[in-house]
């Protein structure tokens, strides 16, 4: 099924005639604003399948996606995979191609990037179809069990609107032992806007949180205790 939350939008109708093109696809629509963690938590939850697939709003599936992650996830199950995320440019909805050979990583302000293999990461892969082992994963795509999922905690219900949450359940699945792969065979694509097309309720953003939090420990000299 193919599970569509409505985090509470302007407008009632938002998602109703996408509702109508299959039998499958499920609305459900938030009474009050809860952000993408609980609401990802609440798509879970009315999903029947045993594999949730989680995939941003603003983003294109390209062909034959979807089996080469539900293949790695029946080898091993406990974990989290995803695609190679192309970009589409957000003025022309012109599709590119990302490169295969790059891994997830994170500054230290907390920002996701983008980071090229290592000789090391290129030696442990005999062929280029092998899964990228990745410390980090961009978070709008990705597929894992759902007993896998709830299991390892899902999501921290009390992270607010956006950011952050791919960081949370990235430490979280390596510290529980799961693993982290990029599966180069799947592709998909997705539009990097340049603002927000929503607001943060008193302004607040949860990754701007977390780099203030983790700023005033490394004034602190605590970071490295």
């Known amino acids: 099924d193919i599970v569509l939350v409505d985090d509470c939008s302007d407008d009632p109708d938002t998602g109703k005639l996408l509702r109508g093109l299959h039998p499958r696809i499920k609305l459900l629509r938030n009474f009050k604003r809860e952000g993408l963690v609980r609401s990802r938590i609440y798509g879970a939850l009315n999903a029947a399948g045993p594999v949730l697939s989680f995939l941003d709003s603003h983003i294109e599936c390209n062909k034959d996606w979807v089996q080469p992650l539900l293949y790695q996830?029946?080898?091993?199950p406990r974990?989290?995979?995803s695609p190679i995320i192309d970009p589409i440019k957000a003025d022309s909805l012109e599709y590119r191609v990302a490169s295969a050979n790059i891994k997830g990583g994170f500054t230290w302000a907390l920002h996701f990037?983008?980071?090229g293999l290592t000789a090391r990461d290129k030696a442990g892969r005999t062929k280029?179809?092998?899964p990228i082992v990745t410390p980090m994963i961009a978070g709008g795509l990705f597929s894992v069990e759902k007993e896998w999922f709830f299991r390892s905690g899902s999501y921290d219900t009390n992270m607010d609107i956006w950011g952050g949450e791919n960081f949370e359940i990235s430490f979280k699945n390596w510290m529980c032992g799961g693993y982290l792969y990029i599966i180069p065979c799947s592709r998909v694509g997705h539009i990097f806007r340049k603002k927000h097309p929503y607001t943060f309720p008193d302004g607040k953003c949860v990754n701007g949180t977390?780099?203030?939090?983790?700023?005033n420990r490394r004034e602190k000299n605590s970071l490295y205790d």
Not at 73 to 76: D, G, P, W
Not at 210 to 215: A, D, K, P, V, Y
């Open 113 to 115: 990037t983008w980071v």
């Open 73 to 76: 996830l029946m080898q091993k």
């Open 79 to 81: 974990g989290i995979v």
């Open 210 to 215: 977390l780099c203030t939090r983790l700023s």
């Open 128 to 130: 280029e179809s092998d």
